[in-house]
Each structure stands twice: as C-alpha cells, then as structure tokens.
C-alpha cells in the first residue's frame, strides 16, 4: 500500500509541474503582421471610388421597342360575355373577330360623350371587335377586363 501512494505522489507531482510549464501566448509586437482576410476576394478599386467618365463622343445605346404583348387569355372570355350581356344572348353565339390594344381618352372608354364624374386621363385596354348573328359589333374594354358594348353610328 505504501507503494502504491508513492506512485499517486510522483504522478501527482508529474501533472503539476507539466502544468507549471506551460508556454504563454506571443504578445503582439511592431513585426508581427495580422493574418490577411481570406474569405472574400480582394478589390481592385478601393471602395468609394467613382466610376471613369463616359467619352462625350461616346455612341448612343440602341434600344430597341418592346416587344408586342400577346392578347390576354381573358379577353375573348370578357369581351364574349359583355357583347352577351348587352345583345341579351348566350356567350357560344358571339364569336371574336379581332382585337387591338389601345388608349381611351378617359374612363368613358370612347364610348359616347366623356362623362364629368369619371376620372380624366388616358385609359388603357381594348378595342375588341365581335360578330353575332351576321352583325358587327364592337366592344371597349379597359385593361382589367371591364366594358362596354359601343354602339356609334356605321357600326352596332
């Protein structure tokens, strides 16, 4: 038993002086550089910096028009069931004959005298043209799919 005690002294003595021991951290000194940031690439420009000027003879950008909007998927749906509505008609018997985008000049969409108490401005949509039963019709139609049948004089 006396044996096995001096074992755990020497071994206790051991873990403290390893302990002891130990190596302090390096202190910063005048030549010592801070490890570089690598997780983003570095720039090339430092920040703030205004971009070169544009030559003044610099060539103009062409930008060509955009391109025409395909007809919405609702417009023969709506324009069928305005025409049905005001012609009192089911829907299967008119057919759409064509369509053109345009701008009413308020919300009265072109149709009759501009009313006062609808809001001025141009208006867009849709001037649709339908056929029912051997006649021409035309429908004004504002952008969200709202409008009218128009009956002016030449046509119904």
Same mark, same amino acid.
């Given at each position: 038993?006396?044996?096995?005690? /001096? ?10 002086? &390893?302990? #002891? ?6 202190? *910063?000194? =005048? ?7 690598? #997780? ?17 003879? =610099?060539? *103009? ?25 005001? @012609?009192?008609?089911?829907? %299967?018997?008119?057919?759409? /004959? #064509? ?5 009413? *000049?308020?919300?009265? &969409? ?6 006062? +108490?609808?809001? /001025?401005?141009?208006? *867009?949509?849709? &001037? ?15 952008? +969200?799919? /709202? $409008? @009218? @049948?128009? &009956? %002016?004089? $030449?046509?119904?």
């Amino acid at each position: 038993m006396e044996k096995v005690l /001096r074992i755990l002294i020497l071994v206790f003595a051991f873990v403290v002086t &390893l302990a #002891s021991c130990q190596i302090p951290p390096p202190t *910063p000194s =005048a030549t010592m550089q801070p490890e570089p940031d690598r #997780s983003m690439p570095p720039r090339d420009d430092p920040v703030g910096t205004e971009p070169p000027p544009v030559p003044v003879d =610099a060539a *103009p950008e062409i930008i060509s028009p955009p391109p025409t909007p395909a007809k919405p998927a609702w417009l023969d749906v709506s324009a069928k069931r305005i025409a049905a509505t005001a @012609l009192n008609m089911p829907a %299967s018997a008119i057919t759409v /004959r #064509s369509y053109k985008q345009v701008a009413w *000049p308020d919300a009265s &969409l072109g149709c009759g005298p501009s009313d006062q +108490s609808k809001p /001025r401005g141009a208006v *867009p949509g849709y &001037l649709v043209t339908v056929a029912a039963e051997g006649q021409i019709y035309r429908v004004h139609m504002d952008a +969200s799919g /709202r $409008g @009218l @049948l128009c &009956l %002016s004089a $030449g046509t119904k």
